[in-house]
């Protein structure tokens, strides 16, 4: 039986992630940035639920209660919006907007997976952000949380919620990122 590794997420449209790119690309220069594995742009996503190795048969069932999470979840408006940090391993743009609806649309895509027999890690208060960069070790990160905590992006409406493959890196090669494929999409409210 096959595996996959599956997340649920909400995928900035290509404006947003443009100026998110541009207000990023000066935190490269900032002392111990070259320390950092940035995430390329393509893996910039606000997940929803992570659901990890998947058994390819529940994908039918899984799609069809992801669907009609989607459905029951009205469009809404939300901007990246400044940066933080999960202690020195992890640098982040943060979200604003209709949080609530997006911490909503993130319990039900939870809830579909586990209805699905998806076995999900103990919930915990959703946390909305958009990884940046990752260290292996304890970095200090404070510099760049204060040049980017600033970033207010253009608002944007999240139509659509996505399930997301995600394929690691086998070749051992430094600085290889994960590859990302849009396995399904739905429309919100539809």
């Known amino acids: 039986m096959s595996r996959l590794r599956l997340f649920v997420a909400v995928l900035p449209p290509a404006p947003a992630v443009e100026e998110l790119r541009r207000a990023v690309a000066p935190l490269h220069a900032l002392p111990g940035a070259g320390e950092l594995r940035w995430t390329d ?8 639920a992570f659901l990890g ?3 390819e048969e529940l994908l039918p069932e899984l799609k069809e209660r992801l669907a009609r999470a989607a459905r029951r979840t009205e ?3 939300l901007r990246i919006h400044g940066a933080g940090r999960f202690g020195g391993r992890a640098l982040w743009a943060g979200a604003a907007g209709s949080i609530d609806l997006l911490r909503l649309l993130a319990e039900r895509a939870d809830a579909a997976a586990r209805r699905t027999g ?10 909305p952000h958009l990884t940046l960069a990752r260290s292996r070790h304890e970095t200090d990160l404070r510099p760049c949380v204060e040049a980017l905590g600033g970033f207010e992006g253009t608002a944007w409406e999240v139509g659509e919620m996505a399930l997301v493959r995600s394929d690691l890196p086998v070749s051992g090669v430094p600085g290889e990122q994960p590859r990302y494929e ?3 999409a739905w429309s919100l409210g539809h």
């Not at 742009?41 to 929803?48: A, C, D, E, K, R």
């Not at 998806?118 to 946390?127: I, K, L, N």
């Open 182 to 184: 849009v396995v399904a």
């Open 118 to 127: 998806v076995p999900m890690d103990g919930h915990r208060r959703y946390s």
């Open 75 to 77: 469009p809404f408006p």
């Open 53 to 55: 190795a998947v058994d």
């Open 41 to 48: 742009v393509p893996g910039w996503h606000f997940t929803l």
